[in-house]
């Protein structure tokens, strides 16, 4: 047998036990889980890190051979969330 096939095969076997245990997790949780409260809040500050990390990445272009297109997916979630969030402000939870 090849090397290449067993090493292959056993990320294969791992990557399955991984998904399967998953399932039973999430399953699980699922049946305990109580329904909350979307926290708008929470998508403001994902936003907020996202858009720069992208906009970095993507003037990381003009100093590195990283593809522009690496940073584009970043900036838009960061756009997205920042939309969301900002949309929802009234909705967010007050931290003390």
């Not at 979307?38 to 990445?57: D, S, V």
């Not at 100093?63 to 522009?68: A, G, V």
């Not at 297109?69 to 970043?74: A, D």
């Amino acid at each position: 047998m090849n090397d290449t096939t067993t090493v292959m095969s056993l990320i294969l076997g791992i990557g399955i036990l991984v998904t399967l245990l998953m399932v039973v997790f999430l399953r699980k949780n699922k049946k305990e889980a109580k329904k909350g409260e979307t926290n708008y809040r929470a998508f403001f500050i994902m936003g907020a890190a996202f858009l720069p990390t992208g906009i970095a990445m993507m003037l990381a272009y003009f100093l590195t051979e990283l593809p522009f297109e690496i940073g584009l997916p970043l900036v838009a979630l960061g756009l997205i969330y920042l939309i969301i969030g900002l949309v929802n402000r009234d909705k967010w939870k007050k931290t003390t």
